[in-house]
């Protein structure tokens, strides 16, 4: 059984840092088991209970929250969410994919984080047709999409994932929302830090700082939603 932690919301415009966040609930239902990222041709969906979030804090560079989870991928946001979700999907310590499904169109609209009893998760929203898919190895050093600016995480691994079938902001709200880089110390056991680089060509970027090399990843749905767990060292 996990603990239930405080629930934190942040708001940033550009660049965000973050306080370490629970997603665990104790005695929530559990999803039916995802697919393990060893499978390319598995479509890796499976249903979810909706994520609930509340909370309130200002950021070092944004405005203080209302205390409402903003619908963008500005908010950074604990959520009840079943530690049980994903518990069959398989732990790796090497590269993994998954490839989106065909058409896959789809907008992050939100980036969350949390820690549960033996590893800690990274959640990120999603809305739009299809599911998402992606591409994760261990690296020596990472960089931004495009320009290729050094990402420097904080902790003893870098754990890079690209998200699959995502699409660009199309309105002139979605551009000023979504398209904001997110970077965090987290400090949690498994992940010590949290960047996010917004979607370019179809993918997104997700670069992890870890102590620990084992990680799953998988795909839900209702919502739709792409969670990296990363073990406790």
Known sequence: MTTAPSRRIFTASGLVSLSSLALASCGSAADPAPPTPSAPDAAPATSAAADGAAATGPTSTGPTSTGEPLPTATTIATASESSATGADALWVETGSAQAASDAASLLVTGVRTGTHEDYDRVVVDLSGEGTPGWRADWVADAGTQGKGDPIQPSGDHILRIFGTGARMPFTAEEIASVQKTLSAEVGMPAI??????????????????????SYRIFALNSPTRLVVDVKHP
């Open 192 to 213: 010590a830090s949290v960047y996010y680089d917004p979607t370019v060509e179809a993918q997104y970027q997700l670069v992890l700082g870890t102590t620990s090399r």
